[in-house]
């Protein structure tokens, strides 16, 4: 037997029309906001990716050579294909609001949340300086959770420049300044004692214990341009009327191209506890692109919020009907096309299969109404509509179906 892939997976039956179901509710929340929706290829040039995203990304491509020797990678994210989509097309009107639900792939550790192979939602704001624009895309981003029934999450707010004034004022050099930072990243996960190890190795004790020191909240450092855009968000997450959010001084964001106020939405109860949805302001990454285009988004890892919405979804009989021919083949096809020509999602089943295995059938995918189609009730100009939420069965003239 032919086994899948590692860190990717299969969906069939009731599990994947679930999640077509949850990404439905993604964009139509997304579209509410007034996002519109945008497509990138799946293949890119590797360069795009190991120019454009940072080592963090480059570390995790799937990438390789095509018949005639070029370099491609599968592509890791969709932002810096989007920005390239963005940026050539010079005619856009500003605003340009997007969004984007599509297929990713980094090779990394398997984990509960965390495969090769994922789905993410991404919403992105193209053209707008203001911290408004991040507000908008947090606010969208809280609202398509909770319209999704997930309420349990805090949003974790910082700003690249308040972390880049902090290193300055340390006096640590740029190169070293990327490491403090990707050993930062890991704290919630390895802890405060282990980050100031690491972060000593890179730049000595004294340094370390005022980088912890920082982030515990002990020591400050001046930050105003940071400092105001992070308090700008604030004001306008109040607005929002969204109050669950929390100053993160710790909070860094993995990927390079942020470079100021920066978002993650951190599940802390239920099924799922970690990070949901991450985002960020990126207004210098148009300029790889020739380019100056501010911008901020942010994006939904679908695969841990499927966890989270199967976790509390209620398995219930659907509306749906099926049309189950007992010994008129004929007139069974013709009642269910009529049927969904009504725009009626109908199911259908011949008398090759016997009645109950048809029910059976019906009741393992909860259909909730059996259409029985007989030739002794077609005689009268009848149908049989058994309810099998209520057990019950019905007789219809044809004409009420």
């Not at 992070?230 to 100053?247: A, S």
Request: hydrophobic share 35%; with cysteine.
């Amino acid at each position: 037997m032919v086994e899948r892939i590692k860190g990717t997976r299969d969906f069939i039956g009731a599990e994947a029309a679930l999640r077509q179901q949850l990404l439905n509710k993604i964009r139509s929340s997304y579209s509410l906001f007034g996002f519109e929706p945008v497509e990138t290829p799946s293949l890119e040039y590797l360069q795009l990716f190991t120019e454009k995203s940072g080592p963090e990304i480059e570390n995790q491509l799937y990438s390789f050579e095509d018949k005639k020797g070029e370099k491609l990678a599968l592509r890791p994210e969709q932002t810096v294909s989007k920005m390239r989509v963005i940026t050539n097309n010079k005619s856009l009107i500003k605003p340009i609001k997007t969004y984007s639900i599509g297929t990713v792939w980094r090779y990394e550790d398997v984990a509960k949340g965390r495969l090769r192979e994922f789905i993410q939602a991404d919403v992105d704001i193209y053209g707008g300086k203001s911290v408004f624009y991040d507000a908008e895309i947090i606010a969208c981003v809280d609202f398509t959770l909770k319209s999704i029934g997930i309420k349990d999450y805090k949003i974790h707010l910082n700003n690249r420049k308040i972390l880049q004034d902090m290193l300055d004022s340390f006096g640590i050099e740029f190169e070293a300044g990327l490491q403090v930072l990707r050993e930062m990243d890991k704290l919630d996960k390895v802890g405060i004692e282990s980050v100031e190890k690491s972060i000593a190795d890179i730049i000595g004790k004294e340094k370390s214990r005022k980088i912890t020191d920082f982030i515990t909240g002990k020591l400050d450092v001046k930050s105003e341009v940071g400092g105001k855009e992070l308090n700008d968000l604030v004001q306008y997450l109040e607005q929002y009327g969204i109050k669950n959010y929390v100053i993160d001084r710790k909070l860094v964001r993995g990927l390079a191209y942020y470079d100021g106020n920066i978002f993650e939405f951190i599940a802390d109860s239920g099924s799922y506890k970690g990070t949901i949805a991450a985002g960020g302001r990126y207004d210098m990454l148009s300029k790889q692109f020739n380019s100056d285009l501010p911008a901020t988004g942010c994006t939904i890892g679908f695969e841990r919020i499927f966890e989270i919405f199967k976790s509390t979804f209620k398995d219930e009989f659907s509306e749906k009907s099926c049309v189950i021919s007992i010994d008129n083949d004929k007139e069974a096809i013709k009642i269910a096309m009529s049927l969904r020509s009504k725009g009626k999602t109908v199911d259908l089943l011949l008398s090759d299969l016997s009645l109950s295995k048809a029910l059976t059938y019906c009741n393992s995918k909860k259909i909730r109404y059996a259409v029985l189609i007989g030739n002794k009730d077609l005689k009268e100009g009848l149908v049989t509509v058994r309810d099998l939420k209520e057990k019950k069965d019905t007789k219809l003239k044809l004409s009420d179906l």
